[in-house]
């Protein structure tokens, strides 16, 4: 048997463990979600997500455990992420893998969640070559992340006001689409027109590489409001096509001036936003215009799991950087960072 990595995610709201082997062979994912407890309230309640991680996790590490087929006495090192995420929820997967390691005697390893994200990647494809560029997306981030090489992140660009999944999630709100927001709106552009409305494209100050959603969101609600009140009929296949098309043409954009400035030949796509199908196309297709390959993960790994945790943890049980039992959570950790 290999290196055996116990992953453990409790960010936000999905409790989950997974076994991963020489950071390549998963042999359990397991996923508690709470969406259907947070829909009623069109998002996360960090309380109610507090106590359900608390409810979770001892079941949801044993289920990965026997998935997989070890016991506590095979795994090598436990990996959790500690940060950036809500403080409730993150302290819940923190002590579980502090009591597991202490008891244990085994590595503690501390795993910023953005980390994780970037490294659901190297589970699908362990030989991509350093340098690399990650646009990171997801509900609470919209980061350009610059990698030399493996564990060495630099940040150049990121989001000033909402992040894309946060805009998502609050357009759908608006529109009635329900919660989470991003895949409703992925399937109702499908059918829409991308220039049947004409939203504002926030690229800020020339060679910027920062994002700002704020005002194509503000634009948005603007839109339904004034129907609102005239009594027009809106189109919403049409809305959430052009309100997609907005989002994805300045996170391209600005992916593609980010690959010319470092000389990548590879870009990564990581967080819940990456499975987004019109992301993914238009990404492609610029990149191809300019010589670049692009990566995303499996649609499994782009939401929360712990599988890009273990993954993340493997490669710093490598290198020996371990946390201390100390380790505490870190609700803004920066990327690249360590706070122990």
Known sequence: MGIIILGIETSCDETSAAVLEDGVTLRSNIIASQVAIHQKFGGVVPEVASR?????????????????????????????????????????????????????????????????????????RPDLEFPLLCLVVSGGHSDLVYMPHRGTYQLL???????????????????GLGYPGGPLIDRLAQSGNPQAVKLPRAF???????????????????????????????????????????????????????AGQTGVKTIMLAGGVAANGGLRHLLQTRAAEIGCQVVFPPLRLCTDNAAMIACAGYYKYLRGDFAPLTLNAVPALPLGEEKY
């Open 157 to 175: 660009g990121r989001t000033r006001d909402d992040a894309a999944g946060e805009a998502f999630d609050k357009v759908a709100r608006a529109m």
């Open 52 to 124: 359900k991680h608390l409810e979770n996790v001892h079941p949801v590490l044993m289920e990965a455990l026997d998935q997989a087929g070890v016991t506590l006495q095979d795994i090598d090192g436990i990996a959790v992420t500690y940060g950036p995420g809500l403080v409730g929820a993150l302290l819940v997967g923190v002590a579980a893998a502090k009591a597991m390691a202490y008891a244990l005697d085994i590595p503690l390893i501390g795993v910023n969640h953005l980390e994780g994200h970037i490294a659901a990647n190297f589970l699908a």
């Open 204 to 258: 800020l100050e020339e060679g910027s590489l920062d994002f700002s959603f704020s005002g194509l969101k503000s634009a948005v609600l603007n839109y339904l409001n004034r129907a609102a009140m005239l009594k027009e009929e809106v189109n919403m296949a049409d809305l959430a096509a052009s309100f997609q098309q907005a989002t994805v043409e300045v996170l391209v954009e600005k992916t593609i001036l980010a």
